[in-house]
């Protein structure tokens, strides 16, 4: 009989699973089927790794891979913030669910785009795309994380998040949220000297990838 795993061990993996469910509903997922599927099209590897890693993209590249407009792809174009207003606009209102999920994570997407994606009153994979961009208004934010429109996780991921909801994920029993609000350039330094001590790994962990953090430490070293 295999021994049961150790508290240490069920930690780490709720990390790394924090990881992964994050991942699930992000670009990255959507990396490796574009590049397999514009490589067997013939487009050139320089578009395809802009595309991939969200680096501006010529108009020119932009209306080429608007031709293979759908699925992964079209996530991937449609989140990128280089992107034509017009073609912007065009793919919010794709028939394609999985570029519309990119459109509402593009902070270039116009507001009024933004508000029209939104499924006010429910959770969906669409708010959880919402509650990651910078561009929704706070007023909007705060009201889709206090109807539970979508996760904490989501939330805690957007750069812009106001104050009152960063304390609110950062106090609460959330551990995967706070995972991810540890890695958020937008963390006060009061917050991230309280997780700094936080009790998971896992949010210590994130908390030192934090280009903020770091700098902050740096800061701290000079000044100490």
């Given at each position: ?120 009153g429910k959770y969906s ?38 104050e009152e909801l960063i ?37 210590r962990r994130s908390l ?17």
């Amino acid at each position: 009989m295999s021994p049961a795993p150790t508290f240490a061990a069920i930690r780490l993996f709720a990390f790394f699973g924090a990881l992964l469910l994050a991942a699930c509903n992000s670009p990255p997922l959507y990396q490796t089927r574009a590049q397999q599927f514009l490589e067997k099209k013939g487009v050139p590897q320089a578009t395809i790794t802009r595309l991939v890693q969200r680096q501006p993209l010529t108009a020119e590249e932009a209306a080429r891979l608007e031709v293979f407009c759908e699925g992964a792809v079209g996530h991937l174009l449609a989140s990128n913030p280089s992107i034509p207003p017009a073609m912007l606009l065009r793919l919010s209102l794709d028939s394609d669910v999985e570029v519309r999920w990119g459109t509402a994570y593009n902070p270039r997407t116009p507001v009024a785009r933004l508000l029209g994606l939104r499924d006010a009153g429910k959770y969906s994979t669409m708010n959880e795309y919402l509650a990651r961009n910078p561009a929704l208004p706070v007023e909007v934010m705060t009201a889709m994380y206090r109807s539970g429109e979508a996760s904490k996780l989501g939330f805690a991921m957007n750069p812009a998040l106001p104050e009152e909801l960063i304390r609110d994920i950062a106090a609460s029993g959330d551990e995967l949220a706070r995972i991810w609000l540890a890695g958020n350039p937008s963390l006060s330094p009061e917050l991230m000297t309280t997780l700094e001590r936080d009790p998971i790994e896992g949010v210590r962990r994130s908390l030192e990838q934090n280009p903020a953090y770091k700098r902050w430490r740096q800061g701290n070293a000079t000044t100490g």
